[in-house]
């Protein structure tokens, strides 16, 4: 690497965060309001706002939104590129917005340029031969996660293989796609493209979809996905990705593969670490390329903390937000929120209808030895709950399992329209030690989806 100028300017500030992240931008703008100087560093002018506005969770919900409401008088192709190009416009408009907030000409700075290390208390941020040093009291470390490619031969020398970002980027829909990948954003994408019309083919090495849920969870996705369209095939342990003209083969098993125009690999995200200097000035990584933090998200270094996916926590945007509140209080505060507070924590798989599901499931709570009531509604079989029939989606079930002697609720999965939405109530009342018995007879607005607690907690058995 060049060597970095050392007359170039400085910039002194109290807080830098390196990473236009969730937790780090909520934290530079509660920092700025506090009157602190404030930088923010990114190191592209398309990812202001980070991850989950440009090239994640904005993006992939519009264009599953647009999928679930086609205009009839346009065909699937039509629709996707009009998808596609609306989409854009939104992430493009949201990514302007981030900038403008948290550049202020007051306290708070985005530096656009690639940061590193350089001693403990100095980050090196470069753009093209522009050079800039930013010295600060604090520093976090907020530059999320990338797609991993696992050494399947030809997967990174193809031209037909791309990740989530690619596919978003695309303005055409694709005729045929592979999916290699069933975990969240393999099932979110076949899911999403083949509501347009494309022939998707989902390869997942492990035996079933989406393994941390439930199995009959799995299997009941399975259905959804094949029922749209989607060839599922699970087992498939894959070998080989090549490149033939404007077609792209995958092989997997002892068969002949399967082709189509594109690939895209789903195979998880690890941490971005590379490149920081993080090591060179005692910041310990861990095997994963995570920061290695404590439950108060401190680093090796006392004024260094990691938010976000970086730090190897589960990578969702309201955990990067969660996070902010732990180091918003580490700096402000009693410095006593942490990471092991959490509890109750959900999470959605958005697929048409979607996944959700807090606290644990029939096999997690099983394994725990605790005697169980458990329940398993089929939302077609709920009578009291015609908001599924309304929007004219009842599919998918519901399973709930409970401590039998405390009644306190462990785990709840909803694959049903409006999961994501249903799923909060039950969180925000297991934090609170709501019982199952009050859940059940909780008075929720008709005709909601959140009406379908009644039922299933009143088939506990
Ligand atoms: C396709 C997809 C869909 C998703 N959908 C959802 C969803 O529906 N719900 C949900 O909760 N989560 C979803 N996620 C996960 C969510 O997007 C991430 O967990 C979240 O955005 C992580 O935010 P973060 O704070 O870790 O940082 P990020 O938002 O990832 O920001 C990190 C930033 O750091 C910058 N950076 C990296 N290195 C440097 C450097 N050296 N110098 C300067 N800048 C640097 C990067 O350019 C990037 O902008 C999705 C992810 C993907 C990929
Ligand atoms: N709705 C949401 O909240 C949402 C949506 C998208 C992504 N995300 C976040 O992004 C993360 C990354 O998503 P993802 O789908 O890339 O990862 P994932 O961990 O959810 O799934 C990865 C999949 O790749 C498979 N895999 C991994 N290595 C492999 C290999 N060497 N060969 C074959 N198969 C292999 C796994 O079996 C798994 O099915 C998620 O864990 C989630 O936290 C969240």
């Known amino acids: ?27 530079i703008g509660a920092m700025a309001a506090r009157g602190k100087r404030v930088a923010l560093i990114e190191q592209s002018d398309q990812m202001y706002g980070g991850t989950c506005i440009n090239i994640g969770c904005v993006p992939t919900k519009a264009l599953i939104h647009r999928a679930e409401h086609p205009d009839s008088r346009l065909d699937g ?24 907030l948290f550049d202020s000409p007051e306290t708070s700075t985005v530096v656009t340029g690639r940061a590193r290390f350089e001693d403990p208390h100095t980050l090196v941020v470069t753009a093209g031969t522009d050079v800039l040093r930013v010295r600060a009291e604090t520093i976090v470390v907020n530059t999320g996660a990338e797609p991993a490619m696992p050494p399947i031969p030809g997967l990174a020398e193809s031209k037909r293989v791309v990740t989530s970002t690619g596919m978003l980027a695309l303005t055409e829909r694709p005729g045929e796609l592979i999916v290699l990948g069933g975990g969240y954003v393999g099932v979110e994408f076949a899911a999403m493209h083949a509501a347009y019309g494309t022939r998707v083919t989902l390869l997942q090495r492990g035996p079933r979809l989406l393994p941390k849920e439930d199995p009959e969870i799995s299997a009941e996705m399975e259905t ?10 699970t087992g498939a342990a894959m070998h080989a990705v090549t490149d033939s003209g404007d077609r792209v083969r ?34 310990a990584v861990g095997k994963r390329g995570e920061v290695v933090v404590d439950e108060y998200l401190r680093t090796s270094l006392p004024h260094v903390y990691a938010v976000g996916d970086v730090n190897g926590g589960p990578q969702f945007t309201y955990i990067s937000l969660d996070d902010f509140r732990i180091v918003l209080d580490q700096l402000t505060g009693e410095g006593r929120r942490a990471t092991t507070d959490r509890v109750a924590v959900p999470h959605t798989v958005f697929t048409t209808p979607p996944l959700a599901r807090v ?6 709570a099983r394994a ?45 999965t909803v694959l049903a329209h409006d999961a994501h939405e249903v799923i909060n109530t039950v969180a925000v009342g297991m934090r609170c030690g709501a019982t199952a018995s009050s859940l059940r007879d909780g008075i929720y607005t008709h005709p909601s989806m959140t009406e379908a607690l009644n039922d299933l907690l009143g088939h506990l058995g």
């Open 368 to 412: 725990t030895g605790r005697p169980l009531k458990t329940a398993v509604r089929r939302v077609a079989e709920m009578p009291a709950v015609p908001r599924a029939k309304i929007v004219g989606d009842a599919r998918g079930v519901m399973t709930a399992v409970v401590d039998a002697e405390t009644d306190e609720v462990l785990g709840v």
């Open 359 to 364: 606290g644990l499931t029939s096999a997690e």
């Open 250 to 283: 995958v092989g997997f098993g002892d068969g002949d593969g399967v082709e189509a125009d594109l690939v895209l690999a789903a195979l998880g995200r690890r941490p971005v670490t590379e490149g920081l200097g993080l090591e060179e000035v005692g910041i």
């Open 77 to 100: 192709e039509a629709w996707f590129a009009r998808a596609a190009e609306q989409t854009a416009t939104l992430t493009a408009a949201m990514r302007a917005a981030n900038f403008t």
């Open 1 to 27: 690497m060049a060597a970095i100028p050392s007359g170039s300017p400085v910039m002194d500030v109290d807080l830098a965060v390196v990473g236009f992240g969730k937790g780090g931008k909520t934290l």
């Open 224 to 233: 959804l996905l094949t029922d749209a369209g989607v060839r599922v095939v």
